[in-house]
């Protein structure tokens, strides 16, 4: 039964759950410059803290027809942050004290005839949600600004993608199909969100550093000589170079840096090898083999799927991580027609032109 309708509203809302009737009449008098609620029957309770917003509740122990600890066990199957402190007739009678840290109870206290104990508590706990407010406001804050920050720096990653491609016309559906299958290779060994994210990002700006290499060499239609393809190397160095003083970019350096490094320590340009060359260029490093085999150059037509994927077969150990070549296979067989789809190729089709 509900006792105490609303007596003044203020910030806060208080619900108190006692079966004795003037207990609960007493603590609407002491609690009147808050919006007071209060109820006799805790299943009564329970129901309107499912529909209804309450800063703190004050709950007795033992009550009828379930106790206050079976009370919290069924609120905090929904609400987990509702402010606590539980009643009892008797300090002996209280709860086991891994009761009431497990169900994250903040307080409790005696009940007696003089209130000033648990007046003082209710004002400790209103102070806590107070500061729990100003905190997830923060936190609001800083989501939004977060978002705002990352959307300026997926534009700063587009503007200088384009940058780009204004030298090398291959560069963007390159860049994009790298994406496309980096984020399968993760997919397919299970990548967390975050991880995926940072992935897909890098492996879009992973020849951002070919923004320094000269027109010439990137447009050459010809074999490149020792030292043009020396100067090719250099785009990954140039790349991390160019992101790297802004610490927005700092996730996606290794990704920019180390793409051409090779499993058995003779790729550029620092000659890493195997699990020292960070998890998400390893990926990318098959991802872009793949279409750099499987797309025509200036200095050499495309491969066929069939020939593609046997040169990754042969990399495995040397040029590439074995279990990643593994994880692209799988998730390209089983995705073929998506990819298609994404991508515009007909693998299977090209093999017959």
């Known amino acids: 039964m509900r006792l105490k309708d609303t007596i003044k509203k203020e910030d806060f809302r208080i619900m108190a759950v006692d ?10 008098l002491y609690l009147n410059k808050y919006d007071f609620v209060g ?24 009550m009828t027809p379930i106790h206050g600890d079976q009370v919290v066990e069924e609120i905090r199957k929904f609400n987990s942050n ?19 840290k497990r169900l994250d109870i903040q307080g409790y206290c005696e009940k007696s005839s003089n209130f000033d104990q648990i007046i003082l508590l209710v004002e400790s706990g209103l102070k806590s949600v107070s ?3 100003i905190i997830n406001d923060i936190n609001e804050k800083l989501e939004t600004a977060y978002a705002d920050l990352k959307n ?27 994406a496309l299958y980096s984020k399968l290779i993760g997919e397919q060994i299970k990548l967390p969100e975050d991880q995926l994210e940072i992935l897909y990002d890098g492996a879009l700006f992973h020849d951002i550093g070919k923004i320094g290499i000269p027109d010439a060499i ?45 499993y058995d320590g003779r790729g550029y340009p620092s000659g890493l090898k195997g699990e020292d060359i960070p998890l998400l260029a390893r990926i990318v490093a098959v991802a872009d083999s793949f279409d750099a085999m499987t797309s ?58």
Do not use: C, W
């Not at 020792?226 to 996606?252: L, M, Q, R, T, V």
């Open 19 to 28: 079966d004795e009737p003037d207990i609960i009449a007493s603590l609407g």
């Open 39 to 62: 109820y006799t029957n805790p299943m009564d309770a329970i129901e309107t803290l499912k529909n209804e917003h309450f800063d703190l509740l004050l709950l007795d122990f033992l």
């Open 82 to 100: 509702l402010y606590i402190l539980l009643l009892t007739g008797h300090k002996d009678l209280a709860p086991p004290l891994e009761t009431i």
């Open 131 to 133: 500061q729990m407010r």
């Open 152 to 178: 300026a720096y997926r534009g700063t990653v587009e503007a200088l993608r384009l940058a780009v491609d204004a030298k090398d016309s291959y560069t963007k559906n390159h860049s994009d199909r790298v």
């Open 218 to 262: 990137l447009q050459k239609p010809g074999k490149l000589t020792d030292e043009e393809y020396d100067d090719i190397k250099n785009h990954p160095s140039i790349g991390a170079k160019i992101i790297a003083p802004a610490k927005i970019f700092d996730p996606i350096v290794p990704i920019v840096k180390y793409h051409h490094e090779r």
């Open 296 to 353: 025509d150059r200036s200095y050499r037509p495309r491969f066929t799927l069939v020939k593609a994927l046997d040169e990754l077969e042969n990399g495995k150990g040397t040029q590439f991580d074995s279990d990643l070549v593994d994880a692209f296979i799988i998730a390209f067989k089983e995705h073929r027609e998506e990819i298609e789809k994404e991508t515009g190729i007909n693998y299977l089709q090209r093999e017959n032109d």
